[in-house]
């Protein structure tokens, strides 16, 4: 059984910081592809930000030069740095990984977290 924990959510102030974590446990052979999704009420889930395994990065156009994706593969734990933070980056911050548990014959499974809150307000 895999499970991804986010944490590091919260209320922060416009042009405030946060650092986001996921944490990925269990029976884990290799994580391919990790990313950041969100949800604003009332709005479907938008993706924040991608990391491959190889360390190629993509970002919505709406954080870039603001927050900063990375992953320890060490430590099977993926980030985000979120600076200059604004009332419309609140949202419930979701983290996903493609995961190949221990003893799979194949290809990765889609894991998601349970959601951490983040809400930029003054």
């Known amino acids: 059984q895999v499970q991804l924990v986010e944490s590091g959510g919260g209320l922060v102030q416009p042009g405030g910081s946060l650092r986001l974590s996921c944490a990925a446990s269990?029976?884990?052979?290799?994580?391919?592809?990790m990313g950041w999704y969100r949800q604003a009420p009332g709005k479907q889930r938008e993706l924040v930000a991608t990391i491959t395994s190889g360390g190629t990065i993509k970002y919505a156009d709406s954080v870039k030069g603001r927050f900063t994706i990375s992953r320890d593969n060490a430590k099977n734990t993926m980030y985000l740095q979120m600076n200059s933070l604004k009332p419309e980056d609140t949202a419930v911050y979701y983290c996903?990984?493609?995961?190949?548990?221990?003893?799979?014959?194949?290809?990765?499974?889609?894991?998601w977290g349970q959601g951490t809150q983040v809400t930029v307000s003054s």
């Open positions: 269990g029976s884990i052979f290799s994580i391919e592809d």
């Open positions: 996903n990984a493609d995961v190949i548990p221990a003893g799979s014959y194949y290809g990765p499974n889609d894991y």
